[in-house]
């Protein structure tokens, strides 16, 4: 840095002895030095009560344990790499890291580049950034709902299942199984209902007989076959194992004959749920329901299991701040020169090729202001991870701001651990932290 | 505990709010203003604010109410009530390092008396709130409040844990009738409702605490009193033999995926008063294994308590039927006349009476009349209490140190979820209570 002009953070002495070299320069350029301190002040005061003093406090409480007296050095810092719950919470941050902040960036580039060229990009851009007017907490209550398993709830499960069914409906009867006890006639083998020996009779269970309301009652087997029937009475009662007058049939399942491990008929009950393989030999074989007859409906993905957690939450919050990164970037695109979009169309440029060499080279310092906030953003991500994963989740979907929260305050009581977690969430970020502010110095510079 | 009631999200939400230092609502004062002229010298405590901090909203917060503003029609002091939303260790962990606690809290676990007092946060009772205490507690309930020798709190408000509500249409349907052991309800209700096409039990195990009742209720049960009292304690460890027993019980209900609604992974995304409205308003389960506040989401869900909505006492896994008890803890947290006063006024019989007239209430104070409760199933909760008299236990989670016993996705709670996720492994589920119990308990 040339010695004509003082570095911007430069003190006030150096300032003053650059006066004294250049005598003819005029008096003063600024304020007194006592003037300037005197409206620095209330910003350095505020400076030091909410931002300095906490941390030089954090770094302190950091060296003790959950009793503030019993000093314990660094151990705090070195449980943080030893407690594996606190590796599985290192370990989600660096995925949040990795994936959030460059989806965020790419679909706003995107719609930035996609806005200019519709009519209604004021509208578009408006809807886009409207997440960005709920707050994070609302935004987490949304999505907990969009991600219900149920699809009669969530939404996301909703698309699923309806996509999903329309290319493979399910039939039959989930949930229907023989009874669990040695009389029963037949038994579960690998999800297929199997007979034990030669039989007549399939009772099934499992099943509410009141969704069969309109089912025919189920018939006496025939001579050559038998009847699959769901064996339950409303109100109990009923002889087990028998058909009795009010017992329900089971129509339109699969039925195979089996002889010697040898699938050696096929057949589909009826609608009084009898079945017939004319031709077998009576008691020449056992009889087995294939398990494709009692597949559970497609219910969609478990969002809020442990697998899918992280991506589910990671999906909220690129709801929330793709508008913004967005809004950002399309003020950086109309900063760019046409003029140099223009001569690469005439030199005969496809859009693809204008976009890749011209569009993004141009924007890249606006793509990587919105990149570097949106990593310091994801770092300290906690409202979202709080509030959509359940508790029998949240270990799986830690992140180290809530895992600090939940230690110091959430039942663990212990706040030098916390602070620990504090100190090093704050070592994470200040790299980028300084990145972006070399950067805006640069920029005005 | 019973403001566990609340749907998990809006429970949230107030957490958040009241970590934003929020959440303090006045009380109208109404009472404090015109009579204050009349009488003096009768109201020793003319002018004195009290702060009391709980966990209560809506209409537990409406009933408590009446008891402060009965407290304060007596005494002339103003009372003013802060919610301290779902999380009280959350709450309150900060305005006691900030120095500034409010001047009566009631904490939802023991656990956080002892936490407390180590911290010195606590003040001990006055001599006049141990006498209400000796008066209208037996000596389990004072040590319950105890500390290192001193008496810090006294237990305000009790729940009854050792219930399994279940709808009366979904067992006429089946056939089914209740059980009086933990094998009959297993074999015989349980097997008997699945084979009619009805989920046996809505679990909700999202809620890491609805685990541990039923497993405290399981473990009272077979493992009987003392080994209870010795593993509260963590005297024992979890590795040990009874637990192993426990756990084989409850994985005859964990360990089949038709006991269950929506097998072990819906159970597991199925939070507290969720799993209520998929007994009693969804109709799609039969019986939800959790305390009496289970009453006021049943009725939510448009069930009549006693008529479809029936309660059986928890079946017998072992020798010891089990009786236990959750409830909060009210301690003075300043050392002013006061709160001394406030608290006397929580352990006396009047005090207590006043509450009990008020839904969503049950004393654990000895001298309560029963007669005084609103509604029938209340009077006989009451009784079973006062019956048990010193066999009761109270909740082992909550006596825990909350790192253990009282935190989403930490200690006992996340253990027994894990092990509902994967019943198979008693062995790996006892060394991962065994290792956070030790964590937490050496600290």
Not at chain 2, 43 to 71: C, H, M, N, R, Y
Not at chain 2, 176 to 194: E, G, I, R
Request: charged content about 15%; proline content about 6%; overall charge negative.
């Amino acid at each position: 840095m040339s010695s004509t002009a003082p570095a911007p953070g430069g003190t006030i002495a150096a300032g003053s002895a650059d006066i004294v070299e250049t005598a003819k320069a005029p008096r003063q350029l600024g304020p007194s030095p006592k003037m300037a301190i005197g409206f620095l002040a209330p910003a350095l005061i505020l400076l030091v009560a909410w931002v300095i003093y906490p941390i030089v406090y954090s770094i302190w409480r950091s060296l003790f344990g959950s009793n503030d007296s019993d000093f314990v050095g660094l151990s705090n810092y070195g449980a943080i790499f030893t407690d594996s719950s606190t590796l599985t919470t290192i370990r989600n941050n660096i995925i949040w890291v990795v994936v959030a902040p460059l989806v965020v960036t790419t679909l706003g580039l995107i719609f930035a580049v996609m806005t200019e060229r519709i009519r209604w990009a004021t509208a578009f851009k408006l809807i886009l950034f409207m997440p960005m007017a709920v707050s994070l907490l609302a935004a987490g209550v949304v999505f907990r709902l969009v991600y219900e398993q149920d699809p009669d709830k969530g939404v996301a499960n909703a698309i699923i299942t309806t996509v999903h069914d329309a290319f493979a409906s399910s039939a039959g009867f989930p949930g229907a199984r023989p009874r669990e006890n040695d009389q029963a006639p037949a038994a579960l083998q690998g999800g297929a209902v199997v007979t034990k020996g030669a039989t007549t009779l399939v009772p099934l269970v499992g099943i509410n007989p009141q969704t069969l309301a309109s089912a025919a009652q189920a018939g006496q087997p025939p001579a050559d076959g038998g009847t699959v029937w769901l064996d339950v009475v409303r109100g109990g009662g009923g002889a087990v194992n028998q058909i009795d007058p009010q017992e329900k049939a089971l129509a339109g399942l699969t039925v195979e004959a089996l002889s010697g491990g040898k699938v050696v008929a096929t057949a589909t009950t009826a609608d009084d749920g009898t079945y017939h393989f004319p031709g077998l030999t009576k008691g020449s074989y056992s009889v087995r329901l294939p398990a494709d007859n009692f597949k559970a409906p497609f219910g969609g993905l478990t969002w809020l299991g442990p697998t899918l957690i992280t991506p589910a939450i990671i999906g909220a919050y690129i709801w929330v701040w793709a508008g913004f990164a967005m809004v950002l970037i399309s003020a950086g695109l109309a900063g760019i020169p046409r003029d140099a979009l223009e001569a690469a169309r005439i030199d005969g440029a496809t859009e693809w090729q204008v976009f890749r060499r011209i569009t993004v080279p141009l924007l890249s310092p606006v793509l990587l202001v919105v990149f570097v906030t949106m990593i310091i953003n994801v770092l300290k991500v906690f409202d979202l991870v709080f509030i959509i994963a359940p508790g029998s989740v949240q270990p799986q979907a830690n992140v180290i701001a809530l895992e600090m929260w939940r230690v110091s305050f959430g039942g663990g009581g212990n706040q030098g651990l916390g602070s620990a977690l504090a100190i090093f969430l704050l070592i994470l970020v200040l790299p980028f932290m300084f990145f972006n502010i070399r950067r805006f110095r640069r920029d005005e510079g | 505990m019973v403001s566990r009631k609340i749907a998990v999200v809006a429970a949230l939400a107030l957490g958040a709010a009241a970590c934003g230092g929020g959440g303090s609502s006045s009380t109208s004062g109404g009472s404090s203003g015109a009579p204050a002229s009349s009488a003096a010298a009768a109201k020793p405590l003319q002018g004195t604010k009290i702060e009391i901090a709980a966990k209560w909203t809506g209409d537990e917060q409406k009933s408590f109410q009446k008891v402060l503003d009965a407290f304060m029609a007596k005494t002339g002091a103003t009372v003013t009530y802060a919610s301290t939303g779902e999380d009280t260790g959350a709450y309150l962990g900060p305005r006691i390092q900030g120095g500034n606690p409010p001047d009566v809290a009631v904490l939802p676990q023991p656990g956080l008396v002892q936490q407390y007092a180590d911290q010195g946060a606590l003040k001990p009772l006055s001599d006049a709130v141990q006498t209400q205490i000796d008066q209208n507690y037996t000596p389990y309930w004072k040590e319950l409040g105890s500390a290192s020798g001193k008496v810090y709190g006294v237990l305000v408000k009790a729940a009854h844990k050792s219930l399994i509500w279940y709808r009366q249409g979904a067992f006429d349907d089946a056939g089914a009738s209740p059980a009086t052991s933990w094998d009959d309800l297993m074999s015989k209700t349980a097997q008997t409702l699945s084979d009619s096409g009805t989920a046996p039990f809505a679990l909700c195990a999202a809620s890491g605490w609805t685990l541990t009742d039923l497993f405290e209720n399981v473990y009272l049960s077979s493992a009987g009193p003392e080994n209870y009292d010795k593993l509260s304690k963590h005297e024992i460890p979890w590795t040990d033999p009874s637990v192993t027993t426990a756990l084989q019980k409850i994985q005859m209900l964990f360990g089949k995926k038709e006991m269950m609604l929506g097998g072990s992974s819906g159970a597991l995304q199925t939070d507290f008063p969720t799993c209520v409205t998929q007994v009693y308003g969804q109709k799609k389960a039969a019986m939800v294994i959790e305390a009496d506040f289970v009453a006021s989401s049943a009725v939510q869900s448009g069930a009549k308590v006693g008529e479809d909505a029936k309660i059986m006492p928890f079946p017998k896994a072992g020798d010891t039927d089990p009786v236990i008890l959750g409830g909060d803890v009210a301690v003075a947290m300043k050392d002013n006349p006061g709160a001394m006063a406030l608290l006397e006024f929580l352990a006396s019989k009047e005090g207590g009476e006043v509450w009990a007239k008020n839904p969503g209430y049950l004393s654990p104070n000895r001298n309560v009349s029963p007669d005084n409760y609103p509604d029938e199933l209340t009077k006989q909760l009451a009784q079973t209490i006062i019956q048990a008299g010193e066999s009761v236990r109270y909740d082992m989670s909550d006596l825990a140190p909350s790192a253990f016993g009282g935190t989403d996705g930490k200690g006992e709670w996340k253990d027994l979820q894990d092990f509902l996720r994967n019943p198979t492994d008693i062995k790996g589920a006892q060394q991962a209570l065994e290792s956070d119990a030790a964590k937490a308990f050496n600290k």
